[in-house]
């Protein structure tokens, strides 16, 4: 049972993950690439950043700055949710324990300096969700086996 409690809560914290990252790239469409959508005001903010260039040679300015970084988020809670479900199914209890363990520690260290930083509840709850399934995850299968 404790293997079982363990592999669940990983495989829980990676769908957490996908499914966050599924829903922010539906965000991201909304939000940087269906421009023909976009009011008045959601305009003017794209015209100010596109004014305002970062990297000339390369053509970034802080419009193009601010959608690579909410693909790439995307992508990483992809690529973080695909190897926990992985690791979850595939990797020996003994070495999956302590990988949960750090990934709980990791995120609830990044909860806490975004709450400390820059509040943003729906970032914090997604990921505080994942490392809930991970502590979750250790604790049951810890218990069941001593």
Not at 104 to 133: H, R, T, Y
Request: aromatic fraction near 6%; include cysteine; glycine fraction near 6%.
């Amino acid at each position: 049972m404790s293997e079982l409690a363990l592999r669940l809560g990983v495989r829980s914290a990676g769908s957490v993950l996908l499914i966050a990252s599924g829903v922010h790239a539906s965000a991201h469409y909304r939000a940087f690439v269906d421009t023909a959508s976009f009011d008045a005001p959601r305009r003017a903010l794209m015209d100010a950043m596109r004014a305002y260039v970062i990297l000339p040679r390369w053509g970034v300015d802080a419009w193009t700055m601010l959608c690579g970084y909410s693909l790439c988020f995307a992508i990483l809670l992809m690529l973080c949710g695909t190897l926990l479900w992985w690791m979850g199914r595939h990797l020996a209890a003994t070495r999956l324990r302590p990988l949960a363990a750090a990934s709980a520690l990791v995120l609830c260290v990044g909860i806490a300096l975004i709450a400390s930083l820059d509040p943003m509840p729906v970032q914090m709850s997604v990921l505080a969700l994942a490392a809930l399934c991970l502590v979750l995850g250790v604790l049951r299968g810890r218990v069941a086996t001593d």
